[in-house]
């Protein structure tokens, strides 16, 4: 190799090694740098090839029939040689190796299933196998495609321990057998990662993901320039890609950040590979071999600290251990009996608080070591146990680690309060909080099954630049389906207000849909009928935890008194609640204020502004008269639209029957007009307004006149309605031209005075403001004490879903909450 050159070391990992594209990416990655660098590479194993030597060992040591994963790794393997050698390529060295493993393997594999263990010398042997074929199979396409490369065995890294499994290498020992080895004109040098040899030649392992480290050792030992870390993915991202779809690719992260991320979860470089890197000060690349023009991410010394955060990462399969009891109050040296119980196990302590109190100490220790830290704990406190003084040893399995990693955290106040709550507000419970004295990182303990929520909250708290609406819409009949046509059509505004507005959700009576990131709203009609599932309010409920959602908010467009009757539960469970459905705040009183006491204590909001009046500002307004101070002296109103309708065709002389035929096809009623005509929605808004400023009623306190009788119509079947009401076309035609003698015309009205409620038709003057409403316009008219003698009067269009659904887009709004700026 020509000296003038800078040296580079590349690694290829198993998701780059994955079938025959993956070794022609590889392959062609290499053949970039080659020309312009002397270049070492190490390879992983094909992907999942260890995972399949391992399961075949283990087999084998319960006697089942190890042979079997033993043929799936080797079918892999040649599944790549055959489809080289249809194109052409000729696989020597590849084939020769697999040949002479495929034999060797096999003989292993029976002997220890007879034997029924295996082994650490033999299991280090069998394991390497596969770093050996990829390997071989590089060198044999790069010599295809004409580059001067030479396969190197790992003598050439000697070891600086004695361990079957988990070895280090003696850098300062391989750096003059590696110089040597680069001192002929190969160009491109490839090595088997995962492994190196002892004195005696003996294949030792590196740990689990070891190529990581021996990339990093080669580098470090033949003073490499820059490592570089090929793989599936563009980088290291502020979190894992498969959990949090907006995980954003870091440009560039310090040593100390690499470590705190990879050694909590994030699986992109192994930890044990970083100290080489940083102790000699060798930059590393992470890139990807499928996308190759994309930069990746830099760890290097002179990271910037752009973010204060920098990742969010998780560990699964852990278990935490505490240890209680007076016992340990005041006493010296209990941490380190602990640390040193479990070091003599060569069980590793992922992270260990103790209370301040003393009064315990918890740890956490991988879900592999839980059994044998136990019994280590166990045998090591036996006297305190026996005497009293430490109480059980209790173990909480299947545990996950979240952590916060930047180095610029130490610069700001507040981060820890961020991070919690946000894990808080996804409704996830912190077992154990652990801050490092470096203050790079801060982790939680949390239940296994909630470690994604808590990571997708996180990164929403801690990357997102705009506020997240998340949304599930419960009803998409008129309103609901207007409002999914108008979350769509602002979608892009909203975006610009650094608003994103997300519908997780839907459902209609029969089906629910739920998409782990948004919903496409061009086709969720028929995304709901094909993909829709059966659902029960748990369903609901769940969504929140499952993807971990911070401040998420059920819209109620249903009419439906079961899903009202929800609203505790979904307030206690941190959902808002922004209802169009009025049953809620129509049931009884004792209901209406335990929605309201759950929502303050759940920092949750209930919004209803749509529950009177449609679109019109009437809840807002008057909660801002009353929290100032204002009394309400007289109200009156006419609140529905479609009767609103119906009397202004009366007064245009059309008789009864054909003005509620009229009304309804222009789509103003009720699908059944009776629900208008027996009074009882407008009674219910008038109960709402009234518990608003402050009357303590039930719906059976207003006195209700009834447009038409109940007992005339509640029997007919909705088809002879029309025909029954031509026995009142008479009487009302003779009533609106008695009113209009009188300069009065007929208005359906809701009143309240001196804390009585009605709802009536009512004879009113055609001057008043209530005598101008029809058409479908609504008036509500306040006598207060601060507006009076001239009202305060709100009118507008009161009806209709575009109007309806715009007020239920305003509430949703009004749920925004960003739990922390960054
Ligand atoms: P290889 O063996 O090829 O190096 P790994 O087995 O280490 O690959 O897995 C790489 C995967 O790790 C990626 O595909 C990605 O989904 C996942 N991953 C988890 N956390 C992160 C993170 N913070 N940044 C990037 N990738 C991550
Ligand atoms: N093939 C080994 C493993 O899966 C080593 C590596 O891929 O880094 O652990
Ligand atoms: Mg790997």
Redesign the pocket.
């Known amino acids: 190799m020509s000296e003038r050159k800078e040296l580079l070391v590349q690694k290829f ?4 090694l994955a079938d025959l594209r993956g070794f022609e990416a590889s392959a062609s990655v290499i053949a970039q740098y080659a020309d312009r660098n002397r270049v070492i590479v190490v390879l ?1 194993a094909v992907k999942g090839v260890t995972d399949l030597l391992l399961t075949a060992i283990d087999t084998a040591v319960e006697g089942g029939n190890g042979a079997e994963y033993l043929g799936q790794a080797i079918d892999r393997e040649r599944a790549i040689i055959d489809a080289l050698s249809e194109q052409g390529v000729a696989t020597l060295l590849a084939s020769a190796f697999l040949e002479e493993q495929q034999s060797t393997l096999t003989q292993r594999v029976e002997g220890i299933r007879l034997l029924g263990q295996c082994p650490d010398e033999t299991r280090a042997r069998i394991l390497a196998s596969g770093e050996g074929f990829s390997s071989r199979l590089m060198v044999d396409l790069l010599q295809h495609r004409g580059f001067r490369s030479e396969w190197c065995d790992t003598d050439v890294l000697p070891l600086a321990n004695e361990s079957w499994l988990d070895s280090l290498v003696d850098i300062e020992a391989a750096a003059p057998r590696l110089k040597k080895r680069l001192e002929n004109d190969t160009q491109v040098l490839v090595l088997p990662g995962f492994y190196g040899r002892n004195g005696e030649g003996d294949i030792q392992l590196l740990g689990r ?1 070891g190529t990581d480290y021996s990339a990093a050792v080669i580098a470090a030992a033949a003073g490499a320039g820059l490592c570089q ?1 090929w ?3 563009d980088g ?2 502020t ?4 959990i949090v779809s907006n995980a954003r690719c870091l440009d560039e992260v310090s040593y100390d950040e690499a470590m705190e ?1 990879t050694y909590f979860g ?3 470089i192994s930890a044990k590979a970083l100290s080489p890197l940083a102790a000699n000060n060798i930059p590393c690349e992470v890139r990807n071999t499928y996308d190759p023009s994309k930069p990746g991410t830099l760890i290097h010394s002179e990271a910037r600290r752009t973010h204060v955060v920098r ?1 969010i ?1 998780h560990l699964h399969d852990v278990a935490s251990i505490t240890l209680q009891g007076g016992g340990l109050r005041g006493r010296v040296g209990i941490a380190r009996r602990v640390m040193d119980a479990l070091a003599s196990e060569a069980i590793s302590i992922l992270l260990i608080v103790q209370s301040s109190s003393e009064y315990s100490i918890t740890l956490c220790v991988r879900k592999s070591d839980e059994k044998k830290a136990c019994k280590a704990l166990d045998e090591e406190f036996h006297f305190e146990r026996l005497h009293g003084l430490i109480e059980e040893i209790s173990v909480q399995s299947d545990r996950a680690v979240v952590s916060l990693v930047g180095e610029g955290m130490k610069h700001y106040r507040g981060i820890a309060a961020r991070f919690l709550t946000a894990i808080s507000s996804a409704g996830v419970n912190v077992e154990v909080i652990a801050q490092g004295s470096t203050e790079c990182a801060i982790a939680v303990v949390v239940k296994g099954e909630d470690a994604q929520a808590a990571t997708r909250a996180c990164h929403t708290a801690f990357f997102s630049h705009s506020t997240h609406i998340d949304v599930i819409l419960l009803g998409c009949g008129n309103v609901g389906s207007e409002l999914l046509a108008q979350f769509q059509r602002q979608s892009g505004s909203l975006i610009k207000h650094h608003m994103d507005l997300r519908v997780r959700a839907i459902a209609n009576s029969k089906k629910l849909l739920v998409s782990d990131d948004q919903l496409d709203l061009a086709n969720w009609r028929e995304s709901l009928d094909e993909q829709g599932r059966e659902w029960t309010m748990g369903d609901v409920i769940a969504i929140r935890k499952k993807l971990g959602l911070l401040n998420p908010t059920i819209i109620d467009c249903t009419t439906d008194e079961s899903i009202a009757d929800e609203y505790v539960r979904f307030l206690s469970k941190g959902f808002n609640v922004v209802a169009a459905n009025k049953k809620a705040n129509t049931s009884s009183l004792a209901y209406y204020r335990e929605i309201r006491e759950t929502a303050a204590k759940n920092f949750r909001k209930f919004l209803y502004e749509t529950n009177v009046g449609a679109g019109l500002p009437v809840i807002d307004t008057m909660q801002s008269l009353i929290r100032s101070g204002d009394e309400l002296e007289t109200f009156e109103g006419i609140l529905s639209g479609s009767l609103s309708m119906i009397f202004g065709l009366l007064e245009d002389g059309m008789p009864l029957s054909q003005a509620v035929s009229e009304a309804m096809n222009m789509g103003f009623t009720e699908p059944d007009p009776r629900d208008d005509l027996c009074g009882m929605d407008v009674a219910r808004k008038l109960l709402i307004i009234a518990r608003e400023v402050g009357l303590q009623l039930e719906l059976s306190d207003i006195a209700v006149e009834p447009v038409v009788p109940w007992e005339l119509v509640g029997h007919l079947d909705q088809s002879e309605l029309i025909e029954a009401l031509q026995a009142l076309d008479e009487e009302f035609s003779s009533r609106v031209a008695a009113a209009q003698t009188e300069g009065q015309v007929l208005r359906y009205v809701g009143r309240i005075e001196n804390g009585r409620c009605s709802v009536s038709v009512e004879s009113v003057p055609s001057r008043k403001p209530l005598g101008a409403i029809r058409d479908g316009e609504n008036a509500l008219v306040l006598l207060t004490h601060y507006y009076q003698p001239i009202p305060l009067v709100l009118r507008g269009y009161g009806a209709g879903a575009a109007v309806t659904a715009s007020g239920v887009f305003g509430d949703i709004l009004r749920t925004v909450w960003r739990p922390l700026d960054n």
């Open positions: 990992g198993g998701t780059s992983s993901n870390i793989k599936d993915v290291f991202f979190a894992d890609p498969r991320l994030a699986k992109v990742g990462s």
